[in-house]
């Protein structure tokens, strides 16, 4: 085997001091390395900074800085008088807005003033890497990659970290070893600082692995959920409570998961999807909003930034507080109601087991996102891991979809496509062809490959 010699970080540069940007060079700035923190006005810098600052006093139990003392190391400025400061800088991480255009322009810019074998990469949620690097030098080419963050930066666990076409191994190995949990320790570095972070592999696709299935998962439990409150009677409170607990999903659900990320992002995600999915792909489908929530788009009533969404939370003068819910088919807000859900249907299992409405809902959203998730192997990452830990690290999920399956049992899902008359999901068929009944065996050690044979669980 090679050898890659890594590249040793010490100095970061962020450019874009926004709230990925600055979240990217505060944990950079708490790890103890020095950071220059750039934007189109030094003072939008300052001002990040600061924010920076004040977090340590509010964010309880995750303070994005543990010591302002290490706030010294962080240098601000602006695009126009000190780009050319990046020529120090070992990494070099593009936090800017999310348009190709400009991000293209940015790194034109950078490529003219960075030093050889520095690190160049783009924290972006979902463009293909291809689309920013294309045409240009191929010096940009080799040292480029996509370190996709997930927000809040000091608090979520993972890092996607996507190559190119052109990438060197050095620097997807560089990438891996920082922004992990094990830098400087098996590679003989002497500072042993990192970013903690937890890494998967993505490929170059359209929203690479966490936000292709979770945007999927989002989008497909609008449509479905929609339809089984007009057609099967059941409420926003109780799709929430049966996309959570039970699925091992955040307390959010899906409505409130929403609120929080907000329907105007949501749209842009459709879009995308749309614009860059395969034609043939499954998920083609559920892209489009129904009238309904483009209704709700049209009079700017988006998430908790508009002050509701689904979910608005009234504050009386007296001090007492009123959680409402929007009443989709009446169009009004009413208040929110507590809801318990059956003893029987408060598991996976349980719940496909069952033949309420309840139960064909979680049905159709679970075996679709399932589904969804077993055909994208090896398209959108080159194993099962790397799917699972991303839904893990960057959804709260308290289990990837292949693990759900497991816990599911295969073949719930394997009859379910051959009640709709699908294309079985291609990790689906290698479960079959290797005569399996399960993605992980040994208590969860080894997991089974796109070829149906088994591997140990790396670290």
């Known amino acids: 085997m090679t050898k890659i010699n890594l590249i040793d970080i010490k100095r970061v540069a962020v450019l874009g001091s926004g709230t990925m940007g600055a979240g990217i ?119 480029i990659a996509v370190t996709h963050f997930f927000n809040p930066v000091h608090i979520m666990k993972l890092v996607e970290l996507v190559a190119g076409e052109n990438t060197r191994p050095e620097v997807i190995a560089t990438l891996a070893d920082f922004l992990g949990e094990s830098h400087g320790k098996s590679h003989g570095k002497s500072h042993g600082k990192s970013l903690s972070k937890g890494v998967v592999y993505a490929k170059d696709t359209v929203n690479f692995i966490g936000n292709r299935i979770g945007c999927m998962w989002m989008l497909a439990g609008l449509q479905l959920a929609e339809k089984a409150i007009i057609e099967q009677g059941l409420s926003i409170e109780t799709v929430d409570a049966l996309m959570s607990d039970p699925m091992g999903f955040p307390a959010t659900g899906l409505y409130g998961l929403i609120d929080l990320v907000g329907l105007d992002v949501m749209l842009n995600v459709a879009k995308n999807l749309e614009v860059n999915l395969p034609e043939n792909d499954f998920g083609r489908k559920f892209i489009h909003f129904t009238d309904n929530v483009r209704a709700m788009v049209e009079r700017g009533q988006l998430g908790r930034k508009t002050g509701g969404g689904f979910y608005r939370l009234t504050r009386h003068n007296d001090g007492s507080k009123t959680m409402q819910v929007f009443d989709i088919q009446k169009q009004q ?67 990837g979809p292949f693990e759900l399956i497991d816990e599911l049992g295969a073949q719930c899902l394997i009859e379910w496509v051959n009640a709709h008359g699908l294309a079985m999901p291609k990790m689906l068929q290698v479960l079959i062809d290797a005569g399996q009944s399960t993605f992980y065996r040994n208590q969860g050690s080894e997991f089974l490959t796109t070829t149906g044979s088994w591997e140990c669980v790396p670290d």
């Not at 950079?28 to 950071?35: L, M």
């Not at 340590?56 to 994005?64: F, I, N, V, Y």
């Not at 940015?106 to 972006?124: A, G, P, Q, V, Y």
């Not at 059956?342 to 996102?369: C, I, Q, W, Y």
Request: with cysteine.
């Open 25 to 143: 060079a505060g944990i950079c700035a708490n790890a103890g390395f020095e950071v220059l923190l750039l934007d189109l006005e030094k003072t939008s810098c300052d001002t990040a900074v600061s924010k920076l600052k004040a977090a340590k006093l509010t964010a309880g139990k995750s303070p994005m800085i543990e010591n302002h003392a290490l706030l010294d190391k962080m240098t601000t400025g602006s695009f126009e008088h000190d780009l050319d400061k990046i020529a120090d800088c070992q990494w070099i991480c593009e936090a800017i807005i999310e348009d190709v255009k400009i991000k293209r322009g940015i790194f034109m810019r950078i490529e003219k003033l960075r030093s050889d074998h520095s690190i160049l990469s783009t924290n972006t949620s979902g463009i293909p890497l291809r689309d920013i690097y294309a045409g240009m030098p191929m010096r940009l080419q080799k040292d």
């Open 333 to 399: 807000w009413r208040v929110a109601e507590e809801v318990e859900l059956p003893e029987h249907e408060r598991t996976l299992s349980g719940l496909f087991e069952s033949d309420s409405a309840n139960a064909r809902f979680v049905k159709d959203v679970m075996a679709t996102t399932l589904c969804y998730s077993a055909d994208l192997v090896p398209e959108i990452a080159d194993d099962i891991i790397n799917v699972d830990r991303a839904m893990r690290w960057g959804f709260a999920w308290q289990r």
